[in-house]
């Protein structure tokens, strides 16, 4: 059997676990999901561990916001050259067949749409895909938004990696959100620990559960949800 | 006509008082270390300073903010783990700071060098900033009026200049870069090494000569480890 | 992913009636010879085309346009001593014509690709080619409201291709080659080389992989002395 | 007495000339007042030959809009180069320290005022500086303008060189342009046989005329002219 057949196999298993997913099983289901070919952009955070599960095979070419196209893995030792780092500031490496750019060549790339898909974290998503992951709202916090903005609006599919509650046990995935938003019915898919959401026109499709059954969900979650068809 | 520099200190001689200065970097790459040294040493104040951040640690931006040096800032990503002299500064009311969206502000770069009065961009449509600016839908799509950023000066760093002044880069050091020489009225570049004209393949040429004022050579450029700077 | 195709017939195989066709070239510098004839050959019918000019000669985007193929087209310089198919079909009111000042031609390209819904230029402002367009003062200097020309399909000429979809052109021959790309669906590229990934070097790439679909490879492209065409 | 200084008297000797100038001898004026360093683009035709009287010690740029800075003299036999050509299709050379790029950046440098002169025919200038250059206005005529309204709006200065009368001996420096307008109030100088004129905000001065009086000029002028000042 071969290397990448367990894989498969491993990630079929991961969809149907009974338990919760951690952040790097949820990584490699989030990985599974990516087309083979595809342009992709990961955000700083959770979704950066999804690098980690794309093997070769896949053809997936990570872009790097801040100049580059075919950004390797995180460098190590000798490797590190200060003149190459990613979009979070790690020291990366090249891949055969990688680009430079600069900053408006870069961001021209994501806002027209040439991205397949990106993958941020996210404070909020409500049921129409409008996401919140930059501001918490509070009047005393700095604003900064970096490049998550342009993330959110450009790809040609915003995907969203996230715990679904908060610390203090509130659905993150919520009817509207309610702290400044990043994008507008930007976000296509919702991978948490205990569930995979799909935004659609009609609503919230839920795809697979971890640990959790679809009634239990619906609870904790209280936007409207539908199980996916079968 | 290009000046080369004698040192970074006559490079930047001529920058005034109330002067807007673009300085370049993501990170460390392409920081221009040695220019911002000698703008801090040469005294210039009330400065409106365009970057991607709002300086970190105690050395650099952050140095000149410190000193308070700088009236507003610009940028995209402010408040960061090391970006203490900003937020007692802005804190204090004592900095203006404007936050543009990583995209829009390099796309607002590129428009002043190229002309451009203003453009309408998807990114930050329906967020808070883009509160009181107007707001257009067209072709089915929103977006926003941006206008473009325009610079007294630019600090920028490059790898190789030749004696026309056409600029080659290194790696991700790019980013902001080309933009930036465009941008400003007076571009100042530091480079590691100046080679005769004809000595840079005309193919390969990032930045033209054109876009160039003043370049001086650093002989030994510092180079932090990016992780040191997380 | 990168289709690198065995035959011109085979890379414009999918261009279908009504499309809308980027032509690179700028006379005979990076004009898509032998992808120009594919098209001919393969018969698509009812197209917008966009290119720098209406057809020279007998041959290539003039034959296009006498065998009636071409509907509308969009052009900075139709009118030239040779221009007599388009001429024709002009003075007989079986073609459209849309004449854009040759910056703003390359800027909507320009714009298609990079996600701007639209922007304000200073050319043409106050001229019969403004007519219609809305216009605004903008910091004490004219501007008129242009919008992205995108397309279904570009065809260009580029020198080498990496297998990663990489292109560097040669000289002048680069014009719309980038930019065309960029802004259309379907990029179709003919190339006189294709290296394998890591072959050309990441510094140099001018359109990187992502903006390209289809890249066939011309062993002997035609070479018309710039001279004959004048 | 070296070369430069003999140059330099033979065009002092023009400017008090008591014959109208022909096509070179204009040149040699045009050329002897762009300022060393300058970066210029010529426009096709009469315009071109400013390019034979440009020195090396000048140290001029010449720009072609088809993607060039540091473009050469036309190439001889062998240096003929498909891909090399100028914007009026003519192969020419590289010079050491040129650059290639794309048509949207090279027209952005154009745009954004990064030119300090460009230099262009033209059918009627007015007393504001309106420019007629690319239309004569015949209902049948089939439009084309290229790159010439880029050109009149972009560079810091714009020059006209004319012939001062139309084959039926109208003047074509006029009170108000009744062809369509190239670009408004762009032009600041314009070059004839008979007279150098310099456009500025209160009229029209003449700085040198040639083989003509005051009166005569302002008589076939009939536009109200000022002699400079001295």
């Known amino acids: ?230 | 006509m290009l000046n080369i520099a004698d040192s970074c200190a006559q490079a930047v001689a001529e920058i005034h008082d109330g002067a807007t200065v673009m300085i370049g970097g993501f990170g460390v790459a392409g920081q221009p270390v040695e220019l911002i040294d000698a703008l801090i040493e040469h005294g210039a104040t009330g400065l409106t300073v365009v970057n991607n951040n709002a300086g970190n640690g105690d050395v650099g931006l952050a140095r000149l903010i410190q000193l308070g040096r700088v009236r507003k800032i610009i940028c995209s990503f402010p408040r960061q783990s090391d970006s203490w002299h900003f937020d007692a500064k802005y804190r204090a009311g004592e900095i203006e700071l404007e936050v543009v969206p990583q995209g829009n502000l390099a796309e607002r770069i590129r428009a002043a060098g190229a002309g451009i009065g203003g453009f309408f961009t998807p990114t930050g449509y329906g967020t808070p900033l883009a509160e009181g600016k107007e707001a257009r839908e067209i072709d089915g799509r929103h977006y926003i009026l941006e206008h473009p950023i325009k610079a007294d000066f630019s600090l920028t760093k490059a790898h190789i200049a030749d004696k026309a002044g056409n600029l080659v880069y290194r790696k991700t050091a790019r980013n902001f870069g080309p933009i930036m020489a465009a941008a400003a009225t007076t571009s100042i570049v530091q480079v590691a090494e100046v080679v005769e004209r004809g000595q840079l393949d005309p193919e390969v040429v990032v930045t033209p000569g054109i876009y160039v004022d003043t370049v001086v050579r650093i002989d030994a450029p510092a180079q932090t480890d990016p992780r040191e700077e997380l």
């Open chain 1, 1 to 230: 059997m071969s290397e990448q057949t367990t894989h498969q196999q491993a990630v079929a298993a991961l969809r149907t676990s009974e338990t919760p997913l951690n952040h790097d099983e949820l990584a490699k289901i989030v990985a599974a999901d990516i087309p083979a070919g595809s342009y992709v952009n990961l955000g700083i955070g959770q979704p950066t561990l999804v690098a980690n599960y794309l093997s070769p095979e896949d053809d997936v070419t990570l872009h790097t916001e801040n100049g580059m196209l075919g950004m390797g893995r995180e460098a190590q030792g000798d490797e590190v050259d200060p003149d190459l780092i990613n979009a979070g500031k790690i020291p990366v490496v090249e891949t055969p067949g990688c680009s430079y750019f600069h900053h408006a060549d870069s961001f021209a790339m994501m806002r027209g749409g040439h991205l397949d898909c990106c993958v941020l974290g996210a404070f909020q998503v409500d049921r129409k895909g409008n996401l919140a992951n930059w501001h918490t709202g509070k009047p005393d916090a700095i604003p900064a938004v970096g490049g998550a903005m342009d993330l959110a609006t450009g790809a040609k599919q915003t995907f969203v990696m996230m715990t679904l509650l908060t610390k203090n046990g509130q659905s993150k995935l919520v009817e509207e959100c309610t702290m400044p938003l990043t994008g507008v019915a930007c976000v296509s898919r919702i991978y948490t620990d205990k569930a995979v959401f799909l935004i659609e026109e009609d609503g919230v499709v839920v795809r697979e559960t971890f640990g959790i059954d679809f009634d239990e969900l619906q609870e904790i979650v209280g936007v409207p949800l539908r199980p996916a068809a079968r």
